[in-house]
């Protein structure tokens, strides 16, 4: 099963259980994120990448050349372990992390929510089966991107529309402490590869939190570049 289709599956299940009031909020913000004009902002295949830092979980300062200099780096964006989409991305994505690591490529995960994003999600009032769904330890390094720095200069942060702001406050889901900011900005899921040089060799921004880059997508991409 696709990861896509993982993810249809999942949203169809929470329609069908969470309540109506909930799942209209859910559908008007949806609509709304999609019709941001984040595709048009993001940086694309061909763009350079600046140089950047940014702590991990464990307060560890990576940087993108310190990456590089090993192989092509695979960048992805979540938004956060309180997302049950961005859960089963994680999930996927160390599925195949031998395979990525086996084509000479790196795989790092990028989010606005710091360590306190496990707490958040264990003390919300989420239904169970979306707790279930977090993946607290991936296998690859996540970087926090306070602020959304990094997102701001990939193009992709954006702030959530005041009814998904309605549906984490039902959820009891305390956005301002897991990221460590009141802003409400995330980054659209979007996935890159990077190659030695520091230029984007693919692209994949969904401008749609509800669609990720699939596994076998990444690697195919992959092994074209190392041909």
Not at 2 to 10: A, V
Not at 51 to 65: A, C, M, P, R, Y
Not at 84 to 99: G, I, R, T
Not at 169 to 176: F, K, L, R, S, Y
Request: glycine residues 8%; aromatic residues 8%.
């Amino acid at each position: 099963m696709t990861l896509n289709t993982q993810i249809r599956q999942t949203i169809n299940m929470f329609r069908e259980t969470l309540p109506e009031e909930i799942t209209t909020l859910i559908e008007r913000g949806a609509g709304e994120i999609s019709a941001l004009e984040i595709v048009e902002k993001a940086l694309k295949e061909g763009d350079k990448i600046q140089e950047f830092s940014l702590n991990d979980h464990k307060g560890i300062q990576k940087s993108l050349s310190g990456y590089l200099v090993e192989g092509p780096l695979v960048l992805t964006f979540y938004r956060g372990l309180w997302c049950p989409y961005c859960n089963l991305q994680l999930a996927a994505y160390c599925k195949v992390l031998d395979q990525i690591k086996g084509l000479g490529a790196n795989l790092v995960a990028v989010s606005a929510e710091g360590p306190e994003g496990g707490a958040v999600v264990a003390e919300s009032n989420m239904p169970e089966e979306a707790k279930d769904f977090a993946v607290s330890d991936p296998g690859f390094d996540v970087l926090y991107d306070k602020g959304n720095l990094l997102a701001e200069k990939f193009g992709l942060a954006f702030e959530l529309p005041e009814s998904h702001k309605q549906v984490l406050v039902a959820m009891g889901i305390d956005v301002e402490r897991a990221n460590g900011d009141k802003s409400y900005v995330f980054a659209d899921p979007a996935t890159y590869i990077i190659g030695t040089d520091g230029i984007i060799k693919w692209a994949y921004v969904p401008n749609n939190y509800r669609k990720r880059a699939e596994p076998d997508t990444i690697l195919l991409q992959l092994r074209a570049l190392a041909q």
